[in-house]
């Protein structure tokens, strides 16, 4: 009876083992492939990021001429209406500080 109970035990034993051993190698599989996927998933962002920036970086490209254009008129209109730029300019500071004084 106790051979008996020793080869079920020893049986058991090797069983878990093998049981053991591949649970082992599953996680190791498991490991590899979420480092894969963390690697693609990384590159993917970097990828997105970087047609983000290249279309941005264009539009604002397109975009300076106007700005530049804008810019010199509004330029040009202080300078032809000085008394005018002046009063628009006293009434934004005005504005801000009624703004800041409610908070």
């Given at each position: ?77 202080a300078s032809d209406h000085p008394l005018t730029t002046a009063l628009v300019g006293v009434a934004l500071v005005g504005l801000i500080v009624g703004f800041m004084s409610?908070?």
């Open positions: 009876m106790a051979s008996t109970f020793t080869k079920l035990r020893g049986e058991l034993s090797d069983d878990l083992e093998d049981q053991v051993s591949r649970l082992r190698n599953e996680v190791a599989s498991l490991r590899k492939t979420l480092a894969r996927r963390g690697a693609h998933a990384y590159s993917d962002s970097r990828d997105t990021a970087s047609d983000l920036y290249d279309d941005l970086a264009g539009r604002v490209a397109d975009a300076l001429p106007h700005i530049r254009k804008q810019s010199r008129a509004v330029r040009q209109t409610r908070r």
